[in-house]
Nanobody, 119 residues
Framework: QVQLVESGGGLVQAGGSLRLSCAAS????????MGWYRQVPGKQRELVAT???????????NYADSLKGRFTVSRDTPKNTVYLQMNSLKPEDTGVYYC?????????WGQGTQVTVSS
């Protein structure tokens, strides 16, 4: 079982930055991968970024093509936390951002954190 607690969302002006955090309830070295999806109004939940976290494969990242260069996913293994640094934010980035963790065949989700980018 993995519990995920997200933080860091909020209201920011276009062009600004936010950093989201996702703290896991167990060592992320025991988790295969973590990352972020988002639910933008009127659209399906979409992949934002992923990072492998296990002791054998940790550190590989993957991004949605449209977000490369603006968003960066990273991990802090001792803190069991994954981050999403979001720069040059646009109003279309507004939505609920969900952290996930995959351990073996099971997916776990955080409660989501709202990001609102004003124009």
């Amino acid at each position: 079982q993995v519990q995920l607690v997200e933080s860091g969302g909020g209201l920011v002006q276009a062009g600004g930055s936010l950093r989201l955090s996702c703290a896991a309830s167990r060592a992320i070295l025991s988790i295969d991968s973590m990352g972020w999806y988002r639910q933008v109004p009127g659209k399906q939940r979409e992949l934002v970024a992923t990072i492998t976290t296990s002791i054998t494969t940790g550190g590989s990242t993957n991004y949605a093509d449209s977000l490369k260069g603006r968003f960066t996913v990273s991990r802090d293994t001792p803190k069991n936390t994954v981050y999403l640094q979001m720069n040059s934010l646009k109003p279309e980035d507004t939505g609920v951002y969900y952290c996930y963790a995959r351990r073996a065949s099971t997916l776990y989700w955080g409660q989501g954190t709202q990001v609102t980018v004003s124009s």
